[in-house]
């Protein structure tokens, strides 16, 4: 037997990272404008109470006098999906038409034996398995012709959390493996709606300084028009709901006339306590706690997963307070501690822990469930915390999903109430295996999830603020006349003070009124909030209210088949939601026929995994390296793949190298397949300098840094502080940023460590002298 072709061959650990909105050459490994341009890019963004609706439109040049194929890739947000994606055939639009997996996967190859040139776009690189953990897209765009444009049109759906009465809303335009892209032609249109009033509305993102056209209590539009933009950071928006309006239940509505069923979303703003007139705050009334941080240091969270994992961590122990206690455990495939019990969370103590974590080296695979055991074994004093950063991939121990969060919970279910740690789950990267992290999460604690470009402070604060919090309990949503509602679902995993609670429902027929209520425990009081409203017959001023029933009714489905495993009933309905409603699933595909050509994955070089999906047939894969390495692959059977690890030695020159896979099946036979990777080593040349060489404890310290190449980021870092991201500063001409020196350090001489991470992820550093008097 003749194996099936290898689906995404050579497909690396992080390669689920993605630069959004770029189009790459089908013979080229990176963007490359003297090839593809990005003539226009439009974005038009409707934030509609929580609910955020992105619709993306492109046009890329091709400057070349062939025809060209191109690989175009984007990378979403959060529980983001994607609800329409289209390519135009010179002045004929495309659209896509959601099909079940497998069926668009039978049409996409007739189509291709018929050489007729067809689309594919799909969640995850192999099966709904992987499906079910993927935040990105990749097409394979096919043809551009000579000298002509391609327009390529998507739009996605993701919530908005609310956290402490506030909100950042994020696209990511910031590039994360390639350079930065430069649009010919930039418009962003802006839509802010909410039932709660928007008490402030700001900005953050400098690229894109929005102009706002309208403003009232309960709507914001905004626009901005550039030429000649670089795409250099996520465009970015904060704005805070009324603190007066919290405690209050608002209800928007749906129907389309004469139809059934109508939907309904119902929220209510979570009021924070105020302290008591001359008590004490919340943070500082809480009992000592012990926090035990699980580190994953293992081969898959390199480069900037590893950059953002430490920032974590070290706002995480800076947080704590010295009558706190903490540990910090490093793991791969096996635990390194960094004390044999938890410590005070003296300063001393903690800058100690933070250099265990720099001079530690990741290497290895990922044991999740010996890493778990460890941290449960330390959380026997205090108030227990668990904190887990990680991208959650598991390669070793229990690696399937669902047996290994049962496993989890049976572990804590072992403990008294009382010793049963608040599980903190903080996911890494594009790649996270973020149905496994929101189950562990599901055990008495929370989750939050970092892709690899956003900017991470506002979810960081937002995370960490939890730690001593316990969330609202059994936070309930009754209508009357209950008979009249069905299928409602919470949005939310978790709910604490100043947050956002909100559920989504369907209503059968009209009413004139019904009543919404919402009960739980709130700080050990009995909370009731109420509110009376109509259900229309017709209306459709939020369009996108159907979408987020179906979407939270297939979520429920999938956290099924996760626990479960796999049922005809559960797909078949994921499917017909996805086709009713229109957004793509781990079971469902956009199909575009005649003339785009879509991939789920690119290739990329580099990373230290190499992984492959062959045929049942094979019992063998063995990969023979350039520089004499072989290595047998391992077949993971709940994955259906076949991977190794590996790391190319220090001194390869750079440029492309190819890979052997020999492949054996049952019966003897042998095939071979070569694959290429590239290495590209030189390193970036930094020259950092300080506004002021003397400065006193307390003060902020001004630095400046010119490097060499693209840096994707600069951070610099003094002892004791929070690190700062360094940023092209236009005015300055060079990247600029501040440190405020802790006004406990003692007079001295110190050092200023910048480090400098250029896009293939080689590190550049310097150190500047610094006097604290």
């Keep these: 037997m003749i194996p099936r072709c290898l689906i995404a061959s050579l497909a690396f650990a992080v390669c689920a990272r993605a630069d959004t909105g770029v189009l790459i050459p089908g013979d080229r490994q990176q963007p490359d404008p003297a090839v ?120 996605y759906q993701h919530p908005v959390a609310v956290e402490r009465y506030q909100s950042e809303f994020v696209v990511p335009l910031k590039p994360d493996v390639y350079g930065v892209q430069t649009a010919g032609h930039l418009t962003i249109t802006l839509e802010l709606r909410s039932a709660h009033a928007i008490q402030t509305f700001d900005a953050i993102a400098k690229t894109y300084p929005l102009r706002i056209t309208e403003r009232s209590a309960n709507l914001v539009k905004a626009e901005f028009f550039g030429n000649s933009v670089e795409l250099k950071e996520d465009l970015a928006v904060r704005y805070a709901l009324d603190p007066t309006e919290a405690d209050t239940l608002r209800v928007i509505t749906e129907r389309e006339s004469g139809s059934e069923p109508g939907f309904f979303q119902a929220q209510t703003l979570l009021r924070i306590p105020s302290a008591p007139p001359g008590g004490v705050s919340q943070h500082s009334a809480q009992p000592a706690k012990t926090l035990i941080l699980l580190f994953d240091n293992s081969l898959s969270m390199q480069w900037g997963k590893l950059e953002r994992s430490f920032a974590a961590c070290e706002t995480a122990l800076r947080s704590l307070r010295p009558s706190d206690s903490f540990n910090l455990l490093l793991f791969n495939s096996e635990i390194n501690a960094f004390a044999p019990q938890p410590r005070p969370a003296t300063p001393q103590n903690i800058e100690q822990a933070l250099a265990f974590i ?102 960081l604060n937002a995370f960490l603020d939890k730690i001593g919090q316990d969330p609202l309990k059994n936070l309930l949503l009754a209508v009357a006349p209950a008979s009249n509602v069905d299928l409602v679902y919470p949005l939310e995993a978790s709910r604490f003070a100043g947050s956002m609670a909100t559920w989504a429902g369907e209503y059968k027929r009209p009413l004139p009124e019904a009543a919404f209520t919402v009960t739980g425990i709130r700080d050990g009081r009995a909370l009731r909030i109420s509110r009376t409203v109509p259900l229309p017959a017709a209306g459709a001023e939020h369009p996108e209210l159907p979408r987020t029933w179906a979407k939270a009714r297939v979520d429920a489905l999938l956290e099924k088949i996760e626990r479960d495993g796999e049922d005809r009933a559960t797909i078949d309905e994921i499917v017909r939601l996805s086709k009713k409603y229109k957004f793509v699933t781990p079971y469902t595909s956009f199909l575009a026929v005649p003339r785009a050509l879509l991939r789920p994955r690119v290739i990329r070089p580099g990373d230290p995994v190499l992984r492959l999906k062959a045929d049942e047939s094979i019992v063998s894969v063995i990969a023979l390296f350039p520089f004499g390495l072989t290595k047998p692959l391992r077949y993971l059977k709940e994955e259906d793949t076949w991977q190794t690890r590996f790391l190319a030695p220090v001194d390869m020159s750079d440029g492309e190298y190819q890979v052997r896979l ?19 080593s030189t390193t970036p040349v930094l020259r950092a300098h300080l506004e002021k060489p003397r400065v006193h404890p307390g003060e902020t310290l001004r630095i400046r840094a010119l490097v060499s190449g693209n840096a994707r980021t600069i951070t610099a870092r003094l002892y004791g502080a929070m690190p700062a991201a360094l940023r092209w500063n236009n005015s300055a001409k060079a990247n600029t940023g501040e440190i405020v020196v802790p006004a406990y350090l003692p007079p001295g001489k110190y050092t200023v460590h910048v480090t400098a991470e250029d896009i293939a992820h080689n590190v550049g550093t310097e150190e500047v002298s610094l006097e604290i008097w």
């Design 36 to 155: 593809f341009s990005l003539n226009e890019m439009a974005l038009e963004i409707l934030i509609d109470n929580g609910t955020a609706r992105v619709r993306v439109r492109q046009i890329f040049g091709n400057h070349s006098a062939k025809i060209q194929e191109g690989v175009y890739q984007f990378a979403l947000p959060d529980k983001a999906t994607v609800s329409d994606f289209a390519v135009w055939d010179d002045v004929t639009r495309i659209p896509g038409v959601i099909l079940e997996r497998r069926r668009a996967g039978e049409i996409y190859e007739q189509a291709k034996a018929q050489a007729i040139d067809p689309g594919l776009l799909q969640m995850g690189e192999r099966d709904a398995a992987e499906a079910r953990r993927s935040q990105q897209f990749t097409a394979r765009i096919v043809p551009i012709q000579p000298y002509g444009t391609k327009r390529i049109e998507m739009e």
């Design 662 to 680: 020999i492949l054996r099946d049952r019966d003897g036979h042998v095939y071979r397949e070569s694959k290429s990777f590239v290495i590209a």
């Design 358 to 459: 720099r001079n530690s080296r990741i290497r290895g695979g990922t044991d999740l469930q010996r890493a778990l055991a460890a941290g449960l074994a330390q959380t026997t004093i205090g108030e227990p915390y668990l904190m887990l950063i990680s991208d959650g991939g598991a390669t070793e121990g229990i690696v399937q999903n669902a047996k290994l969060a049962e496993w989890y919970a049976a572990e804590c279910r072992k403990r008294s109430p009382a010793q049963r740690p608040h599980t903190l789950v903080l996911g890494i990267g594009d790649d996270a295996n973020l149905p496994l992290l929101r189950m562990l999460a599901s055990n008495n604690g929370y989750f939050d999830w970092v892709r690899s470009t956003e900017p991470i402070e506002f979810k």
